[in-house]
């Protein structure tokens, strides 16, 4: 894999406080299952047989910073093609989920960790707030990540050219 795959323009300010914050270079278990927004449960295995996975975490759906981001995550998906599949997870149902779709159709895939589940195994669950923590890791097709930013998202991000080998 060349590593411009890695290079997703992001100035991220780090959180404090996220112990448990999965970094670069660590290994991730694949096993994890992430309940889509159509209730399907899908093994993240399974998404990285094909590419690999930009796993985007929001608090949820009535955050405005998200919901700026969301609307750039079109243009990234766009960008990407079918160079990597992204997943935007928020700890909220499916049911507010779906209810934020109707309105709003993305061209990603979306997920509930309503259990917070994935948000405690990538170590951006905040107890205190009952929300994952605004964060992104781009993880290769063998289950390590290879980029992980945290928190605040700039107006002049962008994806660059993402290059599989």
Known sequence: ??????NILMKLEPLYGLENFKKPGELVR?????KLSST??????ELLLN?????VFIKGTWCPFCRLHLSRMRSWNEKLKNQSSIIVVSSETIEQINQWLKNNPVNYLFASDENSTLGKEFGVWVESMDFNQASTFLIDKGGVIRTAFVNRRDENLNIQTFEIK
């Open 40 to 45: 399907r449960l899908l093994k993240l295995e």
């Open 1 to 6: 894999m060349n590593e411009t795959l890695t």
């Open 30 to 34: 694949t096993d994890l299952e992430i």
């Open 51 to 55: 590419a690999p996975v930009l796993l």
